[in-house]
């Protein structure tokens, strides 16, 4: 009898628990890169078409004032840990080039330790690492950028359950690499090791679009991601699940699916091919960036699919961002052809590698049926810092100490939002040196800090979206505010190469 009680109160308690995984909702964030605030339709995009995000936005909440990080690595640090650039391990794109020829592509295949970037320390709490103590299965499919294999820094050893992709952000400058990553292995792709960093044959015609073939490989790493992201979803059955997509689309180099350029390029016409240089030569530059946006888009409903076939959709929350703003010139991209930048300057200095709106404002959208108002748009001033402390509150769990962000679910959930940010902070040691600060509609940047440059520019964003009237002069009193600001948040960082010894100068604060 004993025997029957104990087997009764441990099936009872095992039903406890899968009911209590099962009304956890799973969650699924996607994370473009280099896609620029205007990019998509629901943000004003008039050229590219992206069905697929639109209708996550319809079906859910677009942000307008959600703020990520100029490039890519510590845009992803901040993500996965909540915590600010001015405090941050991660403060720019170290590439590690101490242990070798690490640009050198046909080095990394032969040497897996030449990939990826300065790991993250083993004592880096992450957003995986919060969500699988909670009980989730979590997975990364896409690009890491924050270690290298076989080190602390490595996705396995950061949370995630599963890892698919691009361990080190340089390997995805070509979308026809030697191979993937998963978990600690290799899988081998059916391409030739190609340098990315070539030009054009001048003794070729470059309007010839058979001269192109060669920069078109067999293996498209962007299929290979989303089948392992749809496997990934098709054996979840009785656990709560995070599915971090990192796509590398559509950063450079300039590569996409035969019928999604063709598309384009019949949309658009005739072009000028871009040359190369820093990444692969491209016939059709404009025609190919929204077919890289394009396969993005279908990504999206393919994962959107996947979860309506297993039943899963209604009890899954969707979040879509980008982890900076668009390319600049000379890589092949035309951000003011498309007007990526949206309501913001994109041109060089403006987008991409740049505290400018342009460089950090990014689209973000978030979709959970019946849960979020559908078709509706916030204003409210976020970042990818909340993201950690939101899902905290989602799941009824306390935030980790010392993070920076906030919680913004009442706002996802069209309920009070009491907790607001009273200023944002940014430092970014690459592209010359810079600091921004957001309080309310006042934005204060400091750039060429490299050069000892340690002046302000203030803009009011009410009136000066685009950030063309300086104001400083006008407002001391604001300038005091940030100088206390850039005081408090601004800690000596660990990382020789992210000293900006200007800022150190006046500003230093030592790590706590």
């Known amino acids: 009898m004993m025997i029957k009680h104990i ?23 996607i994370l473009a890169d280099d896609l620029g605030y205007g990019d998509i339709g629901c943000y004003g995009q008039q050229k590219i078409e992206t069905p697929n995000i639109d209708a996550l936005a319809k079906e859910g909440k677009r942000f307008t004032q959600h703020y990520a990080f100029p490039v890519c690595a510590p845009s992803r640090y901040s993500l996965m840990t909540g915590i600010n650039s001015g405090k941050a391990y991660i403060r720019g794109n170290d590439e590690w080039e101490q242990r070798g020829d690490v640009w050198n592509f046909k080095a990394m295949e032969a040497n897996p330790f030449l990939e990826g970037q300065l790991p993250i320390p083993d004592s880096t709490f992450t957003i995986a690492e919060l969500l699988k103590n909670a009980g989730y299965a979590t997975a990364l499919v896409g690009k890491w950028g924050l270690g290298t294999p076989f080190s602390n820094g490595a996705p396995n050893k950061q949370g995630f359950d599963y890892f698919y992709g691009f361990i080190c952000q340089r390997q995805d400058h070509t979308y026809y690499s030697g191979h993937l990553w998963e978990n600690e292995m290799r899988v081998p792709l059916n391409n030739k090791i190609v340098d990315p960093q070539v ?19 067999k293996d498209y790493a962007p299929d290979f991601l989303i089948k392992a992201a749809l496997n990934f979803i098709d054996k979840q059955i009785d656990k709560p699940f995070f599915l971090y997509y990192a796509s590398p689309l559509p950063h450079v180099s300039l590569q996409a699916p ?33 077919a890289m946006i394009a396969t993005l888009d279908e990504q999206v409903g393919q994962i959107v699919a996947a979860l309506k076939k297993k039943g899963l959709y209604n009890n899954t929350i969707i979040m879509f961002c980008s982890d900076n703003g668009p390319s600049f010139g000379g890589v092949g991209v035309d951000a003011p052809y498309f007007n990526s930048g949206g309501l913001f300057k994109s041109e060089s200095g403006w987008g991409k590698g740049s505290v400018h709106e342009g460089g950090i404002r990014e689209p973000f959208i978030v979709s959970w049926p019946g849960k979020i108002k559908a078709g509706t748009t916030s204003n409210m001033v976020s970042s990818t810092i909340d993201v950690m402390p939101t899902f905290c509150e989602l799941l009824h769990i306390p935030s980790p100490k010392n993070i920076d962000g906030i919680s ?27 600091v921004a600060v957001r309080i309310n509609n006042w934005k204060g940047v400091i ?10 520019q203030l803009f009011d964003l009410d009136k000066d979206i685009q950030e063309q009237h300086d104001v400083a002069a006008q407002h001391a009193d604001i300038i005091k505010q940030m100088d206390a600001i850039v005081k408090k948040e601004h800690h000596t960082p660990e990382v020789s190469t992210f000293l900006m010894p200007a800022l150190e100068e006046k500003y230093s604060n030592k790590a706590n």
């Open 7 to 29: 087997l009764f109160f441990s099936v009872f308690t095992l039903a406890g628990i899968c009911a209590a995984a099962q009304n956890k909702p799973n969650i699924v964030y």
């Open 199 to 217: 030009r054009f044959p001048k003794d070729k015609d470059s309007l010839d679009e058979k001269n192109y073939e060669g920069y078109q490989q």
């Open 258 to 290: 035969k019928k999604w350029v063709d598309y384009y390029h019949k949309k658009f016409g005739d072009e000028k091919p871009y040359m190369g240089g820093s990444y692969f030569p491209c016939r059709y530059p404009r025609a190919t960036y929204a």
């Open 408 to 434: 913004i679910l009442p706002e996802i959930l069209n309920k009070q939002q009491t907790q607001q940010h009273p200023y944002l902070y940014w430092e970014y040691p690459e592209y010359g040196g810079q």
């Open 447 to 456: 750039l060429n800090i490299s050069k000892g440059n340690m002046q302000w």
